[in-house]
């Protein structure tokens, strides 16, 4: 995808989001093809589409002169946004549907944080890089681990309650996802699990990998990692994706020793609406219906890779 700052300038640099089109959108294969350009960037709105997440969502689409763009507010567990696609298409999205008034931004880019200070407060922010591996690039390690289960729920937040901060996973969390650890005796001593799990869209995130202080360096993250990573390509996650800090050159290098590449740079932090009362957004959508530029569910009569822009 072309980024924004090395696009030349054209008339629609200056589109207002009343120039763009908006569309509340329900139907997966919909949303799947609207977010196929950079799979591991979307892997979490991807997610969601599995049966029993996609009702925890609210997605929209927009076009309109630079392009297409894509938000999702997630209700499921917590408030969480994510936004892919050109950020001009964002913002008129959000000018008529920023969701709740706090929550977490899983995915964006640099550019398109410039975008969202318009709607929002930005804070928190965590510069990071997507990696990705497929059932031909990865490359197990071996090493004893054993799946967890609900069982294990106390002595996994236990750990990654040890260096102070709260811990509240639950038994029912971990069944429903894939959690590996290494113990030594009783105690459990490294952890990975998954974010996402999703067949059907073919994808999977890994993520919460955590080694207690005393044990880093034994590589006990990269056994625990290799084991999450190899039973998500086993139930038929084509692409599996984690979210890593560049600057962890430990963590780079054990997920590269497993087949892990670099991909997008992605942003994360915490959005709170300048609009608290969401006054603005409820008379921009009430008048955006009016002009048939804002339509509700069913509205999808959108068409896959119409208006997109591509580099």
């Not at 890089?129 to 996994?156: C, H, K, N």
């Not at 994706?241 to 590449?261: C, E, Q």
Request: proline residues 6%; hydrophobic residues 40%.
């Amino acid at each position: 995808m072309t980024h924004t700052a090395d696009r030349p300038r054209t008339g629609s640099d200056s589109a207002s989001p009343a120039d763009y089109r908006v569309l509340s959108v329900r139907d997966p294969r919909v949303l799947e093809a609207a977010l196929s350009e950079d799979r591991g960037l979307a892997a979490y709105a991807l997610g969601h589409l599995e049966p029993g997440l996609i009702d925890t969502a609210d997605f929209y689409v927009a076009d309109g002169p630079a392009g297409r763009g894509f938000v999702m507010h997630a209700h499921g567990m917590g408030q969480t946004t994510v936004v892919t696609g050109q950020p001009e298409a964002i913002d008129a999205i959000m000018s008529i549907h920023p969701g709740a008034r706090r929550s977490y931004l899983s995915t964006a880019t640099p550019e398109q944080i410039r975008f969202l200070r318009r709607r929002f407060r930005v804070s928190d922010e965590l510069p990071m890089r997507r990696m990705a591996t497929t059932r031909t690039a990865f490359q197990p390690v071996d090493g004893e681990v054993r799946r967890l289960s609900g069982r294990d729920v106390g002595r996994l937040n236990a750990l990654y309650a040890s260096e102070g901060g709260p811990s509240f996973y639950r038994a029912e969390t971990i069944d429903r996802a894939v959690y590996f650890g290494v113990f030594d005796g009783q105690r459990l001593a490294a952890v990975a699990g998954s974010h996402v799990v999703a067949p059907n869209a073919s994808i999977a995130v890994v993520g919460n990998v955590f080694t207690a202080a005393e044990y880093r360096g034994c590589g006990l993250a990269t056994r625990t990692t290799s084991a999450v990573t190899e039973a998500l390509l086993t139930r038929g996650c084509a692409d599996v994706i984690l979210t890593v800090d560049p600057k962890n050159a430990p963590a780079v290098r054990a997920y590269r020793r497993l087949g892990y590449v670099f991909g997008s740079v992605v942003v994360e932090a915490r959005l709170q609406r300048t609009d608290f009362l969401g006054i603005g957004p409820a008379l921009r959508r009430r008048a955006a219906r009016r002009r048939g530029r804002y339509l509700d569910p069913p509205g999808q009569e959108i068409v896959p890779g119409q208006h997109s822009h591509r580099s």
